[in-house]
């Protein structure tokens, strides 16, 4: 995806749901959970056994969300991503961007996804790009 995208993107949504959510101080997903709160998004932490995150309940799957996520964020190994590409596309409703942070590359969840016309981002942390993409503007 080019800037503009991602920058579309990023504006235009509200709600993040981030899989493999912790508040573990000092780990990179802390970091992005607490930056996306603070930078105005409804953020849905995302967890199979953890109750609690900055201070929001975790919901044990995407399935168990209030409503439509307009992103979701990993934080999961990427052998654990064609397993989650395949719940979201079980869900009713469907993301505008399956985002998958630095270091998270999954070629046939990205192309399981794509051809159902959600967005795929890789290897970018979505903090790092939102910073970038948006500094200095009010």
């Known amino acids: 995806m080019f800037d503009d995208q991602i920058r579309t ?8 749901a981030i899989l493999g959510a ?4 000092g780990q990179p ?16 932490p995302v967890h199979p056994v953890r109750r609690n995150a ?3 309940s975790v919901f044990p799957s995407l399935r168990q969300l ?3 996520a307009d992103i979701i964020n990993l934080f999961r190994a990427a052998s654990a991503c064609p397993e989650h590409a395949r719940e979201v596309l079980a869900l009713p409703w469907k993301p505008s961007a399956f985002w998958m942070q630095t270091g998270i590359r999954s070629p046939e969840a990205g ?3 794509a051809m159902h016309g959600i967005s795929v981002i890789e290897d970018l942390c979505i903090m790092l790009e939102h910073r970038r993409l948006f500094a200095g503007m009010a």
């Open 9 to 16: 993107m990023l504006r235009s949504a509200k709600t993040i």
């Open 22 to 25: 912790k508040d573990t101080q």
């Open 29 to 44: 997903v802390d970091a992005v959970g607490r930056y996306l709160i603070q930078a105005g998004y409804t953020v849905w």
């Open 54 to 56: 900055w201070g929001l």
């Open 66 to 68: 209030p409503g439509k």
């Open 111 to 113: 192309q399981a996804l």
